[in-house]
């Protein structure tokens, strides 16, 4: 089997289906499925963005953000809006979260206002998971804890796909603070699914040694391992999850693993820098490069955020009505 399949809209995609009425994570979803998501969202991308406004005209989205965001929640919320679903977004800090409410006790009791979806991202990996199995409604996580983050992970692959014409054979880097980033997880499983070959590039502090025992090649040295990369997707450091020790200074971080011109040179001539944002200008990445628009494909990724969580919002409501029928 190919694992790359073309990326074509003679004739449009139908709806992704899946196995799995909640979307919790790229590990372990069957490549067939992952690739109807991003051959889906590919048509939803070029499509006028009123064409789809019946598709999901009878479901309620329940956005519940526990932790900060702006890209994900926002397009989750325009997708589902271009769908024609109603949405609702839980403010976390106008909720009784903040009076002592538990995850749980809260997921109950909007689960009781029957919504079809809660988009959910949490702090703790592994949350969405938890609320999967105490709610009818479908789950999809949008991001949790170090865990991962899915619908990141296919808009990026979607951002390549468009951008190169291919996943399978290209040599991406997934560089930075490794070990605190759900980001690079999900990316791991699913560009590595997609045939692309995969490597890490972190100081050793922020890189467990378990992904080398899992057979990811990890670079310590960022000029070598950007060496001949077609995609260097830069990570932030996640400073809200460290614990003080893991970086000397954010200056120092800069001169060994931030992106700047110089160390870009060793990467393939033409490559493309990515970044899931927000960034943090000058530690992991030089302002002349994230916004040079001929090498940067940031601004690319947030714009196909909104289709890719298209697909994966028609994908899970038709799960979720085939599961409840
Ligand atoms: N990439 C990403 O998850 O960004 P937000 O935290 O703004 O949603």
Not at 221 to 226: A, H, K, S
Request: hydrophobic share 40%; proline share 5%; glycine share 6%.
């Amino acid at each position: 089997m190919t694992r790359d399949t073309k990326i074509a809209n003679d004739t449009p995609p139908p709806a992704a289906m899946l196995s799995n009425k909640h979307l919790l994570g790229i590990q372990g979803m069957p490549i067939p499925e992952i690739n109807a998501l991003l051959e889906r969202a590919h048509f939803f991308a070029d499509r006028p963005k009123t064409l789809f406004a019946d598709v999901l005209a009878n479901i309620t989205v329940l956005n519940m953000f526990f932790e900060n965001s702006t890209r994900t929640r926002v397009s989750f919320e325009l997708a589902a809006k271009r769908l024609g679903a109603s949405v609702l977004n839980i403010s976390v800090n106008s909720s009784s979260v903040k009076k002592g409410e538990t995850l749980i006790d809260t997921a109950t009791t909007l689960n009781a206002m029957r919504p079809d979806i809660l988009v959910a991202r949490h702090h703790a990996s592994g949350a969405p998971l938890l609320l999967s199995q105490h709610v009818d409604a479908a789950v999809i996580n949008a991001g949790d804890g170090r865990h991962e983050h899915p619908t990141q992970a296919l808009l990026d692959a979607l951002t390549i796909k468009r951008s190169l014409g291919k996943i399978a054979g290209l040599k991406i880097a997934i560089c930075g603070d490794i070990d605190n980033s759900r980001v690079a997880r999900s990316n791991l499983y699913l560009l590595s699914a997609l045939g692309a070959d995969v490597r890490f590039v972190s100081p050793a502090t922020l890189v467990s040694p378990y992904f080398s025992e899992m057979g990811v090649p990890v670079y310590t040295d960022m000029e070598q391992g950007i060496s001949g990369c077609d995609i260097i997707m830069m990570l932030r450091l996640q400073t809200e999850r460290m614990e003080g020790r893991e970086t000397p200074s954010q200056h120092e971080y800069f001169h060994f693993f931030g992106l700047d011109t110089r160390k870009l040179q060793k990467a393939a001539p033409n490559a493309f820098i990515m970044h899931p944002g927000p960034m943090n200008r000058g530690v992991e990445i030089d302002s002349k490069i994230a916004d040079d628009n001929s090498k940067s494909l940031i601004r690319t990724q947030v714009e196909l955020g909104v289709a890719t969580r298209m697909a994966c919002l028609e994908a899970i409501a038709g799960a979720s009505t085939r599961v409840r029928i």
